[in-house]
């Protein structure tokens, strides 16, 4: 199942993509797309329906991120190694882990605002794993089970904020806008073997990230093995795993920075493609 939420900020309406790529409306079947629906029961009652006999929704309009109660965004860093490389930095021994602030998660295709000043931030696609069912210190072999399903996840990223400034990696992660997930949670069933996802990143329709999900140095049942000793994971929460070669930062021989006025476009096979303009810094795109 790929489901998905439309609306504007506030007003989230549940739905699901039909096999034909037509918006369903759920909202006569639930109040809205939360930590239970992606429980294994509430997933559950949802491949129950008759999805035919759902009202079609014609204009779904503002794309919202594809589940409410999402309260942990936990993101692992240099997760491949040529991502690794490009950075300048050796393979980590162990996952490195550091969390987004869930203020910076959006829709996928709502402006990405720069912070005051910033002339450092930079694209990451990312694939994120959606928890399922409360994990703690579960097994690598038991690992996906906890998984609901996966989305696209840009991280985005102020580098100067993030490596220049001192202190943790935060500073330049979780900045309001900088966690567009979406546009669809596709159910586990539906996506298969998460470690075989070609994965693509443009701005301004030049080509920067291209990769595969096979490169990862931490496989999905790694990471969520691995976090769960260090925090239980419950339904509803994420974890972005890491990006592929092809970061601003890594251009040759000058780096390349969003600026106002670009757009970034992105995807994973299977979940569906997220479309960003950046904007100066705005106050009333982050609220509106
Ligand atoms: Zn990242």
Redesign the pocket.
Known sequence: MKLMRHGPKGQEKPALVDRQGRVRDLSGELADISAATLTPQGLQRLRALNVDALPVVAQPGRIAPPWAGCEKFV?I?LNYADHAAESGLPLPKEPIVFMKPISARVGPNDPVVLPQGSVKSDW?V?LGVVIGAKARYVSEADALQHVAGYCVVN?V?EREYQIERGGTWDKGKGCDTFGPVGPWLVTADEVGDPQALDMWLDVNGRRFQTGNTRTMIFGVAQLVSYVSRFMTLYPGDLI?T??PPGVGMGVKPESVFLKPGDTMHLSIQGLGEQVQAVHAWDPALIDG
């Open positions: 993101c860093g990451e990312e991280d990223s972005s890491g990006t």
